[in-house]
Protein backbone atom coordinates (compact mmCIF):
# COMPACT_ATOMS: atom_id res chain seq x y z
CA UNK A 1 0.00 0.00 0.00
CA UNK A 2 2.98 2.54 1.08
CA UNK A 3 4.38 1.93 -2.33
CA UNK A 4 1.11 2.80 -4.47
CA UNK A 5 0.83 5.73 -2.52
CA UNK A 6 4.23 7.11 -3.21
CA UNK A 7 3.86 6.10 -6.39
CA UNK A 8 0.80 8.33 -6.76
CA UNK A 9 2.23 11.17 -5.06
CA UNK A 10 5.18 10.96 -8.01
CA UNK A 11 2.81 10.83 -10.57
CA UNK A 12 0.35 13.93 -9.43
CA UNK A 13 3.64 16.03 -8.93
CA UNK A 14 5.44 15.39 -12.36
CA UNK A 15 2.07 15.99 -13.93
CA UNK A 16 1.99 19.28 -12.09
CA UNK A 17 5.54 20.46 -13.09
CA UNK A 18 4.47 19.01 -16.68
CA UNK A 19 1.65 21.43 -16.68
CA UNK A 20 3.84 24.06 -15.10
CA UNK A 21 6.30 23.57 -17.56
CA UNK A 22 3.92 23.66 -20.83
CA UNK A 23 2.33 26.80 -19.80
CA UNK A 24 5.34 28.68 -19.40
CA UNK A 25 6.88 27.58 -22.31
CA UNK A 26 4.27 28.27 -24.93
CA UNK A 27 4.44 31.37 -25.10
CA UNK A 28 1.19 32.84 -24.91
CA UNK A 29 1.36 35.25 -22.08
CA UNK A 30 2.36 38.48 -21.84
CA UNK A 31 5.63 39.15 -21.70
CA UNK A 32 6.38 39.65 -17.60
CA UNK A 33 7.37 43.14 -16.37
CA UNK A 34 9.82 43.69 -13.66
CA UNK A 35 7.34 45.90 -12.40
CA UNK A 36 3.60 45.48 -11.23
CA UNK A 37 0.79 46.56 -13.29
CA UNK A 38 -0.74 49.46 -11.95
CA UNK A 39 -4.25 49.65 -10.82
CA UNK A 40 -6.49 52.06 -11.85
CA UNK A 41 -6.40 55.06 -9.78
CA UNK A 42 -8.04 58.19 -9.94
CA UNK A 43 -8.53 61.74 -7.78
CA UNK A 44 -11.40 60.52 -4.66
CA UNK A 45 -11.72 64.28 -4.19
CA UNK A 46 -10.90 67.76 -5.58
CA UNK A 47 -7.52 68.11 -5.26
CA UNK A 48 -5.03 71.19 -6.46
CA UNK A 49 -1.52 70.33 -8.20
CA UNK A 50 0.77 72.94 -7.97
CA UNK A 51 4.25 74.03 -8.65
CA UNK A 52 6.78 75.80 -11.21
CA UNK A 53 7.25 76.28 -14.88
CA UNK A 54 10.99 76.71 -16.21
CA UNK A 55 13.06 76.08 -18.91
CA UNK A 56 16.35 75.75 -20.18
CA UNK A 57 16.75 79.88 -19.71
CA UNK A 58 14.99 80.17 -15.88
CA UNK A 59 11.62 80.28 -14.94
CA UNK A 60 8.59 80.97 -17.33
CA UNK A 61 6.43 83.77 -16.35
CA UNK A 62 3.33 83.72 -18.77
CA UNK A 63 1.84 81.07 -20.44
CA UNK A 64 -0.85 78.55 -19.86
CA UNK A 65 -0.82 74.95 -18.01
CA UNK A 66 -3.51 72.64 -19.00
CA UNK A 67 -4.27 69.49 -17.02
CA UNK A 68 -5.36 66.50 -19.95
CA UNK A 69 -6.09 63.06 -19.64
CA UNK A 70 -3.65 60.68 -22.22
CA UNK A 71 -6.29 61.46 -25.57
CA UNK A 72 -5.64 64.96 -24.87
CA UNK A 73 -9.00 65.97 -23.33
CA UNK A 74 -8.64 69.16 -20.94
CA UNK A 75 -9.66 68.82 -17.85
CA UNK A 76 -8.84 72.41 -16.42
CA UNK A 77 -6.22 74.82 -16.96
CA UNK A 78 -4.61 77.98 -15.27
CA UNK A 79 -2.56 80.77 -16.20
CA UNK A 80 0.73 82.02 -15.19
CA UNK A 81 0.22 85.10 -13.57
CA UNK A 82 3.30 87.36 -13.59
CA UNK A 83 5.16 84.03 -11.63
CA UNK A 84 6.40 80.75 -12.88
CA UNK A 85 4.19 79.31 -10.00
CA UNK A 86 0.67 77.41 -11.03
CA UNK A 87 -1.96 76.23 -8.88
CA UNK A 88 -4.62 73.72 -10.70
CA UNK A 89 -7.86 72.64 -9.18
CA UNK A 90 -8.13 68.83 -10.43
CA UNK A 91 -11.66 67.62 -9.98
CA UNK A 92 -13.05 64.58 -7.57
CA UNK A 93 -13.59 61.62 -9.84
CA UNK A 94 -10.47 62.79 -12.24
CA UNK A 95 -8.70 59.11 -13.71
CA UNK A 96 -5.10 58.68 -13.59
CA UNK A 97 -3.03 59.18 -15.55
CA UNK A 98 -3.14 63.07 -16.37
CA UNK A 99 -0.89 65.57 -18.33
CA UNK A 100 0.27 68.54 -17.01
CA UNK A 101 1.16 70.84 -19.95
CA UNK A 102 2.21 74.19 -20.05
CA UNK A 103 1.69 76.25 -23.59
CA UNK A 104 4.45 79.59 -24.00
CA UNK A 105 2.04 82.58 -25.06
CA UNK A 106 5.20 83.74 -27.61
CA UNK A 107 6.09 80.74 -29.43
CA UNK A 108 8.72 78.29 -27.33
CA UNK A 109 8.46 74.78 -26.45
CA UNK A 110 5.40 73.27 -25.14
CA UNK A 111 6.47 71.29 -21.60
CA UNK A 112 5.08 68.52 -19.85
CA UNK A 113 4.48 66.56 -16.86
CA UNK A 114 3.21 63.45 -16.30
CA UNK A 115 0.38 62.62 -12.94
CA UNK A 116 0.15 59.34 -12.13
CA UNK A 117 0.15 59.41 -8.28
CA UNK A 118 -2.83 60.65 -6.77
CA UNK A 119 -1.16 61.16 -3.06
CA UNK A 120 1.34 63.61 -5.01
CA UNK A 121 -0.31 67.50 -5.70
CA UNK A 122 3.27 69.05 -6.49
CA UNK A 123 5.00 68.66 -10.37
CA UNK A 124 7.33 71.16 -11.30
CA UNK A 125 6.89 71.35 -15.06
CA UNK A 126 10.97 71.31 -16.90
CA UNK A 127 12.69 70.12 -20.15
CA UNK A 128 13.40 67.08 -18.06
CA UNK A 129 9.95 66.25 -17.05
CA UNK A 130 9.25 66.76 -20.44
CA UNK A 131 11.90 64.21 -21.81
CA UNK A 132 10.84 61.65 -18.63
CA UNK A 133 7.28 61.73 -20.06
CA UNK A 134 7.94 61.25 -23.22
CA UNK A 135 10.37 58.22 -22.47
CA UNK A 136 7.57 56.72 -20.46
CA UNK A 137 5.24 57.39 -23.31
CA UNK A 138 7.66 55.68 -25.76
CA UNK A 139 8.39 52.78 -23.51
CA UNK A 140 4.29 51.76 -23.58
CA UNK A 141 2.58 54.66 -21.31
CA UNK A 142 2.48 56.44 -18.27
CA UNK A 143 3.18 53.83 -15.68
CA UNK A 144 5.16 54.06 -12.32
CA UNK A 145 7.51 51.36 -13.86
CA UNK A 146 8.07 53.18 -17.16
CA UNK A 147 8.80 56.76 -15.69
CA UNK A 148 10.82 55.32 -13.89
CA UNK A 149 13.29 53.61 -16.22
CA UNK A 150 13.03 56.67 -18.45
CA UNK A 151 14.22 59.23 -15.22
CA UNK A 152 17.31 56.75 -14.59
CA UNK A 153 17.87 56.82 -18.10
CA UNK A 154 18.41 60.86 -18.59
CA UNK A 155 20.83 60.43 -15.65
CA UNK A 156 24.43 61.44 -16.56
CA UNK A 157 27.72 59.78 -15.32
CA UNK A 158 30.61 61.48 -14.86
CA UNK A 159 33.98 60.38 -17.72
CA UNK A 160 35.69 60.34 -14.69
CA UNK A 161 35.48 59.38 -10.54
CA UNK A 162 36.33 62.74 -8.89
CA UNK A 163 34.84 61.83 -5.62
CA UNK A 164 37.01 61.03 -2.64
CA UNK A 165 35.21 57.49 -2.39
CA UNK A 166 36.29 56.90 -6.03
CA UNK A 167 40.16 57.87 -4.94
CA UNK A 168 42.91 55.46 -5.47
CA UNK A 169 46.33 56.91 -4.95
CA UNK A 170 47.71 59.67 -2.70
CA UNK A 171 45.99 62.28 -1.16
CA UNK A 172 48.48 64.94 -1.16
CA UNK A 173 49.04 65.13 -4.70
CA UNK A 174 45.33 64.68 -6.34
CA UNK A 175 43.61 67.52 -5.92
CA UNK A 176 46.87 69.33 -4.73
CA UNK A 177 47.33 68.02 -1.79
CA UNK A 178 46.15 68.61 1.92
CA UNK A 179 44.37 72.19 2.82
Given at each position: MRTNSFSLHRGVLAA??????????????????????????KYEQAVTLEGSVSDNKGP????????????????????????????????????????????PVAGGEQL????????????????LSTAIAKKARALGGYTHGNLLVAAESMGTVPEANKTTAGFRGDPTTQYGGWH
Open positions: SLLALITAAGCGNEAPKSAFPQQTARIKTGNVKVSDEKGAVIAETALQDSEHYRVQVPAGTALPILLTFYVTAVIHPTVTKYDITP
